[in-house]
């Protein structure tokens, strides 16, 4: 079975980032304790992959006029938010475009509405056996306005700040091989 390498995170832009399988991989969100949740599965093909999200992981919310896909836990939701412009799904190269495609937002439960500067960028990074994400703080904001044709990497590293793991519900993001 042939690996792909990655290489180069977003904001870190050095070293290899991960090997991937071809074939199918699962992503789960990890809570602080360890539990996972499986949130969707990878199909890789090549330098190319398509992402199928679990939806019975998923509640529907209609949150400040939007629909949310969003994880439920005893205190918090972590609501998957789509990126809404060009994206290649391309991985011969970086990780960038996974990092895309698993933007999240959190808000507590039973609160009204959604708070765009509580969004979660998940910045993938080898474990040895797949990629793992480490949850960082950023303002949605910067995603309302498209950017410009061409730009298909509008995310900046001072749009990205280091989220500390104890305050979040589910601060990793992993991605490897199936186990269920």
């Known amino acids: 079975m042939r690996k792909l390498i990655l290489w180069g995170a977003m904001a870190l832009g050095a070293g290899p980032v ?4 071809d074939g199918v991989n699962g992503v789960w969100l990890q809570a602080q304790d360890g539990a996972r949740i499986k ?3 990878i199909n890789v093909t090549g330098d190319a992959y398509d992402v199928q999200m679990q939806d019975d992981a998923f509640g529907e919310y209609f949150l400040s006029m939007r629909p949310f896909k969003c994880v439920e836990g005893p205190e918090m939701l972590w609501c998957h938010v789509p990126y809404p412009y ?5 991985v011969s190269t970086e990780a960038t475009d996974l990092e895309y495609d698993f933007l ?3 808000k507590p ?3 009204y509405g959604i708070d765009m500067w509580n969004g979660v960028y998940y910045e993938l990074e080898s474990d040895g056996n797949g990629l793992v994400g480490t949850l960082h703080e950023m303002d949605m904001n910067v995603l309302s306005v498209p950017p410009e044709d061409g730009n298909l990497r509008p995310l900046l590293p001072k749009h990205l700040e280091p989220g500390d793991p104890d305050s979040h519900w589910l601060p990793k ?3 490897g091989p199936q186990s269920d």
């Open 18 to 21: 991960c090997a991937l399988e």
């Open 39 to 41: 949130i969707a599965a």
């Open 86 to 90: 060009e994206i290649k799904r391309d």
């Open 104 to 106: 999240f937002l959190w």
């Open 109 to 111: 439960a039973g609160s």
């Open 173 to 175: 993001l992993v991605i």
